[in-house]
């Protein structure tokens, strides 16, 4: 079964700072990526996925993410955040038709 | 066009006591999803549905969690009888995946969050 890593699960940072959240997963065979937000009070949404093709994915809000097959990462980023940005953030891969999820990060944006 | 629901949102019970949540997925989304996500974690399958048949339900813990999905559309989740360790949040989702298709993006519901005492 595959399982991915998530580090650094609280991380705060001031507005118009850069963002990176790592995520490493071990599964051998074909994965899909997907990196969720969830903003307090609000359910879980998709902020990018990666399925094939270029390995920068492009999402809402400014995010990217960079999927990095030799290194079994898929990195998100976001180079100048926002106030707004404050919220939980799950990388989840699908292997073998099942989604697993890391355990979170928790970003906290001080205006 | 409205997202996935669930009921309730919070609910508080005694331990022993049965529970059931209820899911209403997107519409026309074949897939449906129970997690749980306990506190500093991120979800858990619980069991996914393609239709009204459960296709992988190995994460279910079958001596006191039951779940349903007749008619293909809505599910219910039960636990009977419920236990300390049962808080949770659990979250339903659906997802549209076709002939195939491994997967496709997974639309959360707002969760039921509950307390057992």
């Known amino acids: 079964a595959q399982s991915v890593s998530q580090h650094n699960h609280h991380v705060i940072l001031s507005e118009a700072a850069s963002l990176e959240l790592g995520c490493n997963y071990s599964y051998g065979g074909t994965v899909n990526l997907f990196w969720y937000v969830q903003y307090p009070g609000q359910h879980l949404q998709l902020l990018l996925k990666y399925f094939s093709g270029d390995p920068l994915v492009k999402g809402i809000k400014g995010f990217e993410a960079e999927f990095i097959k030799s290194k079994f990462s898929f990195n998100l980023r976001k180079p100048s955040v926002q106030w707004s940005d404050t919220a939980e953030y799950f990388c989840?891969?699908?292997?073998?038709?099942?989604?697993?999820f890391g355990k979170g990060n928790q970003v906290v944006v001080i205006p | 066009e409205a997202g996935v629901v669930q009921s309730p949102r919070y609910k508080i019970i005694e331990k022993k006591q049965p529970v059931a949540f209820w899911c209403n997925p997107i519409s026309g989304h074949n897939t449906l999803y129970w997690y749980r996500q306990n506190l500093g974690q991120g979800p858990e399958l619980l069991i996914r549905y393609e239709n009204e048949e459960a296709v992988d339900d190995s994460q279910l813990p079958k001596d006191r969690f039951s779940a349903e999905r007749l008619k293909g559309v809505d599910s219910t989740l039960k636990i009977q009888p419920a236990e300390l360790g049962d808080s949770a949040v659990y979250l339903c989702a659906s997802s549209l995946v076709g002939p195939g298709q491994g997967a496709n993006e997974q639309f959360f519901g707002p969760g039921t969050r509950l307390t057992v005492l």
């Open positions: 989840a891969v699908n292997g073998n038709n099942r989604l697993a």
